[in-house]
């Protein structure tokens, strides 16, 4: 065999080696991506969701700012909006992956069968809720406020007692209304929900509103300034830090740890603080009531 034939048949093995070589790092490429997204949706389907591979989500009708953004929880606008989105991925669950459903305060927290995964309306943790429900971890601790026309003469209140013969109103089924009939007496009304509240308050029906700090904020600074309205104090938390709002989710749920863990995690990587620092409003001097 000539020295000219054997270079070529070098040179051609050469190139049919590296090929192979090629072909093979393609393939574990190819293994090592399938492995990785097969685990992502493995985590996923593993949940037991209400709906497989689905996340659903419940809030009310209407929800309201700070919490929801125009009514729109979709938009991921709102501090409830957005820690919906950032459970579910801590959960493993893309944006896409996330239904939203709307439910009533009072029905969400009775026994029975739900239409949600988990819900998120404000709901402060109670014993006897955690009779019906379960409730993950806390996600935000708020105080109730009470909030009156700037025109009122209960505008310059100094103490609980100024507010004696006072009309007051708190969305029913509420911690709202649980504290303000606690403090003020079982003559508080109850009201559907804090918008009808406002109304009232707005046209003079009552003299004042109970709400929880965050909605008040938005009340008086963005819902109700014609007539221009305050908040006048804090109320006192009968010793505690204030209410513990957390996600709301069915007796017994199997997404309770999970969705507590995520949590955990949402508080410890600081993204918690980031939602409440772009969402929410402090109390600050808002002085406390006694």
Known sequence: MSKKVLSLLCALLLVVSMIGLAACGKSNNTTTNTSTNNSSTSATSS?????????????????????????????????????????AEKMGFKDSDVVW??????????????????????????????KAVDFSTPYYTTTQAI????????????????????????????????????LFGSSVAPFNDNDTAVQALKVNQIDAIVVDMPTAWYITTGELTSPASKIVGQLPSEGTAGDNLAALLPKGSPLTSSVSKAIDELK???????????????????????
Do not use: C, H, M
Request: net charge neutral; glycine share 8%.
């Open 47 to 87: 949940l037991k969701t209400l709906t497989p591979g689905k996340l659903t989500v419940a809030t009310g009708q209407p929800a309201y700012s700070p919490w929801v953004e125009n009514n729109d929880p979709a938009s991921g606008k709102g501090f409830e909006a957005a820690l919906a989105y950032k459970i």
């Open 101 to 130: 459903v709307r439910t009533d305060f009072d029905a969400a927290i009775a026994p029975g069968p739900k239409t949600f995964d988990f819900n998120l309306q404000q709901y402060s943790v109670t014993p006897e809720r955690e």
């Open 147 to 182: 909030v009156t026309l700037s025109s009122s003469k209960y505008a310059s209140a100094t103490s609980l007692a100024d507010f004696s013969g006072a009309k007051i109103g708190a969305a029913s089924a509420s911690t709202s209304l649980t504290l303000a009939q606690k």
């Open 268 to 290: 410890s990587d600081g993204t918690l603080a980031q939602l409440e620092k772009q969402w929410l409003l402090s109390g600050g001097n808002i002085p406390v009531l006694k």
